[in-house]
């Protein structure tokens, strides 16, 4: 038997086995590969039992299906040990499409489940020798895992932990590589840019069912976005991030559970951790310390921010189920001393627009706060053209997954639906973070 090396893409939907790569016992030229000369049969199960788990295609799906059956090879090629096309390689990549059976992560809003996947590739098609004279490459079978390829997680690390105001909590974090990014920004055509010396760092808190494991808090559902170059261009050229694991929930004021109460018993371990951090990275620049996170992280994020005013240079809550009526004159007055961006969508039946973040937006208006914004979307929709329903239009998600927009960053307009503005400059939601420092 034979090895082979699985390659995970984050997606929006969470993290997906897109590639397997086979290790081959000589090279063998790309123009000898098709889609035809192998299968795929997998099986997903459950971490703990090594049970078969049953799953749903999609989430609106009302039936869920034993997780094990074949997968369609897409395309397949030679390549290198890392998945990359070659003309001729001593490796095969076979491309699999994003569906139930190649998931890592499911389950519901309150807990999603990290799959353990086990593949079995069976060659179906001959493919012949590079070497004049020999036989061609026949009957091959790789079943045996030897790991995996993960690009969207480069320079992250998942291995953090420690004690925190006596609790044990677990987190991940970003460390942007500052010799590559100032040797682009120094090879900038037409005009150089000037180094990065100092970086912010933007703390991300998880929603309800990504906590616990890191692996399952950063790509449970996209988190890496935050890493690319994109928006660590928008957050003035680098960024540290840091995403801290909930042992149990953000919500959770005591009983280990969710509460609608506006409190939490992780405020001051979170606030622990978030200095640890900073004293262990000196090049964090510490007038811009930014917060964010969505659904329960969302809550945290206001959290935070009521309980620690003037520490955070902004913060980004989305569909935060921060329940505006329960707080505090005190606390909303704390909370409009750090400009924040809210994000929400009408219809989300989850957290509702106007018990929470209209109803919060609405008090900090009320109390003076000048630099606070909201962008409410009617409903949420695939933005990128790749996920489509069975009418070819683009898939349509529950109200509550607004966090897409946000990875994506296609959030930028106010309540009345015009765009929000810096220096009469209209500006995309991290273009508007990166520009706030503390004075």
């Known amino acids: 038997m034979a090895g082979y090396k699985t390659f995970t ?33 997998v099986e997903r199960k459950d971490t703990e039992t090594g049970e078969v788990v049953l799953a749903k295609e999609h989430h609106t799906d009302k039936q869920a299906f034993p997780s094990k059956g074949y997968v369609p090879v897409l395309s397949a090629y030679a390549s290198d040990g890392e998945g990359n096309p070659q003309e001729q390689g001593s490796y095969i990549a076979l491309e699999l499409p994003e569906e139930r059976l190649t998931k890592r992560i499911d389950g519901a809003l309150t807990r999603g489940y990290i799959r353990a996947m086990s593949f079995r590739i069976t060659q179906t098609k001959a493919i012949p020798s590079e070497v004049p004279g020999e036989a061609p ?33 677990n987190y991940s974090f970003f ?27 933007l703390v991300w808190l998880h929603g309800a069912g990504e906590g616990q494991e890191p692996y399952r808090t950063v790509m449970g559902n996209r988190v890496t976005l935050l ?29 280990g ?61 989305v569909c935060a189920p921060w329940v505006a009526s329960l707080a505090t004159d005190d606390e909303m007055k704390a909370i409009a001393k750090t400009p924040l961006w809210f994000v929400q969508s009408t ?18 208006r009320k109390l ?17 053209g790749r996920y489509r329903d069975e009418y070819g239009q683009p898939q349509r998600y529950i109200g509550h997954f607004v966090w897409i927009p946000v990875y994506h960053d296609s959030v930028k307009t106010e309540l009345d639906g015009t765009n929000v503005l810096v220096d009469g400059c209209p500006v995309t939601l991290w273009q508007w973070v990166g520009l706030h420092y503390l004075a």
């Open 9 to 41: 893409s984050a997606a929006d939907m969470g993290p997906y086995v897109s590639k397997l790569i086979l290790e081959l016992p000589e090279k063998v030229r790309t123009e000898f590969v098709d889609k035809d000369s192998f299968s795929v049969y």
């Open 137 to 169: 490459l026949t009957g091959m079978v790789f079943d045996v895992d030897t790991g995996d390829v993960c690009p969207d997680l480069a320079d992250w690390d998942l291995t953090g932990s420690g004690i925190f105001d006596d609790i044990d909590m």
């Open 175 to 201: 460390t942007p590589d500052l010799d590559a990014i100032n040797a682009a920004r120094a090879a900038h055509p037409f005009n150089p840019l000037p180094p990065v010396t100092s970086v912010p760092l």
């Open 227 to 255: 890493s690319s170059p994109e928006i660590q261009e928008k957050l003035g050229g680098a960024a540290y991030i840091l995403a801290p694991s909930s042992p149990t929930y953000w919500m959770d004021s005591g009983a």
């Open 257 to 317: 559970e969710i509460a609608d109460d506006n409190k939490s018993i992780y405020t001051k371990a979170l606030k622990t951790l978030i200095d640890e951090f900073i004293g262990a990275h000196p090049d964090i620049d510490k007038r811009r310390i930014y917060v964010g996170g969505l659904s329960n992280g969302g809550f945290m994020t206001i959290r935070l921010v009521a309980d620690y005013p003037g520490f955070f240079a902004a913060g980004v809550p």
């Open 347 to 364: 219809d989300d039946p989850i957290v509702t627009a106007k018990d929470h973040a209209l109803a919060d937006y609405k008090r900090l």
């Open 368 to 384: 003076g706060a000048k630099d606070v914004h909201i962008t409410c979307f009617d409903h949420i929709q695939d933005e990128t």
